[in-house]
């Protein structure tokens, strides 16, 4: 056996095990503490609500796992056990070899994928959403989702596909660089289209029409001097009662997007604050710093797969005998998270950082009590348990813990208080 087979073998039954030993630390955790609210919380949480944030941690961690065993069990198969080997010889015998072999050839690999994850996708939006009273979709939406998912995946990922399949064949030995410079190109391109061309196919936007609210929202971003060309409200209803807020598009063409079901549960001055941290993530440059470590981090993903496409043993040690660009583009999607997972916990350990600096934004620009508010708010809604087990959550979150990230914004508070 190749020692890249072993290693391969090695590296994902460790992800595994990790992944799962960190889920029995959760669910284990989370339910020992389930009769026991955080001090700091008071009356703002029930009993009730804190068994059931517990309960839906431990419903979804166990789907978790179970998954995890699933993907790890689909990725071997494709892999050691000749699954894109079989579906790369038989895109070559359906159409002319050649890029658009190499293009069929990568979408039946997506294809086969999406269908085998379907019945977690089933399950998750139809049983455990549906227990826990968040599931809104209709079986006609959900339908309607992967009909419009699967044609835009054709033909954006059969774009993208084809054009790095030609970029490989036609751009000589340093092809690799060629390559991320179109990735960043069709990055810029997919953020400009997302909000004007692709989101509107999902869902509906319409204008903010809450007058006191659009003046409140426009005096917070005249004090923070930033400039955004509209503010919509999203059915996001339609799905799921989770609520959330977020930005998008780039430049001055930035766009503010609420959820209704955030709007819904919120108050003014609680909605202003949540919005005085999303719009911290741009003030204080997190958006261009992630933009610049996601640019690089690709860098170096495409000069690896430059290298690793011009050895045999790439093939052969992961179960294709027969070496093509296509396979070697699958292999490496395939592969790298088998490895890069052990650098996840320093990802998730800079964007809790970036959160704390969006909170003390929001505390200075709005309100940290008001923003602690709306987190406790949300937090209710959407049955986040606010105990966690530490070394999960310093692993996995990419937000900081719920006890000590309304503490650390109710010392801001006290602190404006006191000095006002
Ligand atoms: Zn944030």
Redesign the pocket.
């Known amino acids: 056996m190749h020692p890249f087979t072993i290693a391969f073998v090695v590296a994902l039954l460790a992800h595994l095990a990790v992944q799962a030993w960190l889920a029995r630390r959760q669910i284990a955790y989370v339910t020992r503490h389930r009769t026991a609210i955080p001090a700091g919380f008071g009356t703002a949480v029930t009993s009730a609500e804190h068994a059931k944030a517990a309960d839906y941690v431990g419903a979804r961690q166990r789907v978790g796992i179970v998954e995890d065993i699933y993907d790890t069990a689909i990725t071997l198969a494709l892999t050691l056990g000749g699954g894109i080997a079989l579906l790369g010889s038989w895109a070559g015998a359906a159409v002319a070899p050649g890029i658009l072999a190499g293009t069929v050839h990568l979408l039946a690999v997506f294809a086969a994928m999406t269908v085998l994850g379907l019945p977690f996708t089933l399950y998750r939006t139809f049983v455990l959403e549906q227990r826990f009273g968040f599931n809104r979709t209709r079986p006609a939406t959900f339908v309607a989702d992967q009909l419009k998912g699967w044609a835009l995946g054709l033909i954006l990922g059969g774009g993208v596909a084809a054009g790095m399949l030609w970029i490989m064949a036609s751009a000589g030995s340093s092809w690799w660089i060629v390559a991320w410079a179109a990735w960043l190109g069709v990055t810029l391109l997919v953020t400009w289209a997302w909000p004007r061309l692709i989101a509107p196919l999902f869902n509906r936007f319409s204008p903010l029409e809450d007058a006191a609210l659009r003046e409140r929202i426009d005096a917070l971003l005249a004090r923070c001097d930033f400039h955004a060309k509209a503010v919509y409200v999203m059915d996001g209803s339609r799905r799921s009662s989770h609520g959330n807020a977020y930005f998008t598009g780039l430049g001055r063409e930035k766009r503010i997007v609420f959820f209704d079901t955030l709007l819904s549960s919120l108050g003014p001055a609680q909605i202003e604050s949540v919005l005085a941290?999303?719009l911290a993530?741009f003030k204080l440059r997190h958006i261009p710093q992630r933009l610049v470590a996601g640019a690089a981090m690709s860098l170096a993903g495409f000069a690896l797969l430059g290298w690793l496409s011009r050895q045999d043993w790439f093939y052969t040690a992961l179960g294709v005998p027969v070496p093509s660009d296509a396979a070697a583009l699958l292999l490496f999607l395939l592969v790298v998270p088998a490895f890069s997972w052990i650098v996840s916990p320093l990802l998730a350990a800079w964007s809790r950082r970036h959160?704390y600096e969006?909170d003390a934004f929001a505390a200075r620009h709005s309100d940290a009590r008001s923003l602690a508010e709306a987190l406790v708010t949300l937090y209710k809604d959407n049955a986040t348990t606010l105990t966690p087990d530490p070394l999960y959550s310093a692993f996995h979150d990419s937000h900081p813990p719920p006890a000590t990230r309304i503490e650390r914004l109710r010392a801001l508070g006290a602190g404006a208080a006191a000095s006002q």
Request: net charge negative; no cysteine; aromatic share 0%.
């Open positions: 941290h999303e993530h959160e969006a």
